[in-house]
């Protein structure tokens, strides 16, 4: 059984952008790690992304949860558009700094906004992770459903996993079917019953919601032995 995990902070700004956040290291590690980030309200202390991380490193995974560029900017508000390339250099900045530490793969997951930049960074450079884990994919903003965030989906050739809720305003379980379904790249749709956007609703809490994600990943990434 694995023992518990230790929580550091963690910064590095030896170039930029700078990665800022919490380094969650294993009691026995796999030698894989997890690249976590937050959606456009919040910060790597949200409840959801806490408690990914207690999950994923308790099985061995290492996770870094770390604040976006725009929110080591400012703390409270949205990302400005102009500002997305910027967060995307963020995270692909902070999985090349795991891939130096350690010597399995490397993973990057998000929640909403945090979750589309991975997909757009996967992308542009398919090779940087090994796999995307995607919580509450913002498909579209609520009551715009012609207003699609698909663009670049037939170009993900990562493997990607999305975990929606069945209750989430920025994209019904059955817009998400059909939404991935453009994607190239092998990708898996898992549905948390009665979860909205955040994925900790009413009877959907989120060491609940972290438990499925973390089975489901383990499973579509192939790391159970």
């Known amino acids: 059984m694995n023992t518990v995990p230790t929580v ?11 990665v800022r956040g919490f380094f969650h290291t294993p009691g026995t590690p796999t030698g894989h790690a997890l690249v976590l980030t937050h959606g ?5 202390n949200a409840p959801l992304l806490s408690a990914l991380a207690e999950a994923f490193s308790t099985a061995g995974i290492a996770v870094l949860r ?8 400012r703390p409270h508000g949205p990302p400005f558009p102009a500002m997305a390339v910027q967060d995307r250099a963020g995270l692909k900045r902070a999985v090349l700094l795991l891939r130096e530490r350690l010597p399995g793969k490397v993973f ?7 979750g589309r930049q991975c997909t757009m960074l996967a992308a542009d450079e398919p090779d940087l992770a090994a796999a995307l884990l995607l919580l509450s994919y913002p498909l579209h903003p609520p009551r715009r459903p012609a207003d699609l965030r698909t663009a670049h989906f037939p170009k993900l050739s990562t493997p990607a ?26 990708h898996e749709l898992i549905a948390i019953e009665g979860a909205g956007h955040d994925l900790g609703g009413k009877g959907s809490p989120a060491a609940r ?17």
């Open 8 to 18: 550091t902070p963690f910064e590095d700004a030896h170039s930029a952008p700078t």
């Open 40 to 44: 456009a309200g919040s910060n790597s």
């Open 66 to 73: 770390c604040d976006l560029p725009f929110r080591q900017a």
């Open 108 to 114: 990057l997951g998000g929640h909403s906004y945090g």
């Open 161 to 186: 996993l999305f975990v929606q809720g069945t209750r989430d305003p920025f994209g019904s379980i059955d817009e998400m079917r059909a939404a991935v379904a453009l994607i190239a790249g092998p």
């Open 209 to 225: 919601t972290a438990a499925t994600a973390l089975a489901a990943f383990q499973q579509f990434a192939k790391l159970v032995p």
